[in-house]
Nanobody, 127 residues
Framework: QVQLVESGGGLVQAGGSLKLSCVASGNTFSTYAMGWCRQSPGKEREFVASINWSGTSTYYAHSVKGRFTISRDNAKNTVYLQMDSLKPEDTAVYYC????????????????????WGQGTQVTVSS
């Protein structure tokens, strides 16, 4: 399994932006589809966004589409989540996730499909 380490979380006002990063260990990063999921207190973990192995396709949860952008740099073993127009309801622990495979990003539409997880990074959006 790949090891994942997230960074970039923090406190931001509503309407602001944050960019999360996730660095993966090893030399097989380009064989993995990557995703971001989040979990708020008292709620189930939910899917946020996914990107296929090459970065040519992306998929978003309806709640973040048009505000968040997922991207990856295979040379740096890194996946990013640019979060704009943040809302208080985006407050959560954000987790980076990985799953081996070469399907399009839409295949990885649920948190249940990912097999490797980071430790999470807290994002808090104040109103």
């Amino acid at each position: 399994q790949v090891q994942l380490v997230e960074s970039g979380g923090g406190l931001v006002q509503a309407g602001g932006s944050l960019k999360l990063s996730c660095v993966a260990s090893g030399n097989t990063f380009s064989t993995y589809a990557m995703g971001w999921c989040r979990q708020s207190p008292g709620k189930e973990r939910e899917f946020v966004a996914s990107i296929n192995w090459s970065g040519t396709s992306t998929y978003y949860a309806h709640s973040v589409k048009g505000r968040f952008t997922i991207s990856r740099d295979n040379a740096k073993n890194t996946v990013y989540l640019q979060m704009d127009s943040l809302k208080p309801e985006d407050t959560a622990v954000y987790y980076c996730a990985a799953e081996e495979g070469y399907y399009s990003a839409a295949y990885y539409y649920t948190e249940k499909i990912f097999g490797s997880w980071g430790q999470g990074t807290q994002v808090t959006v104040s109103s």
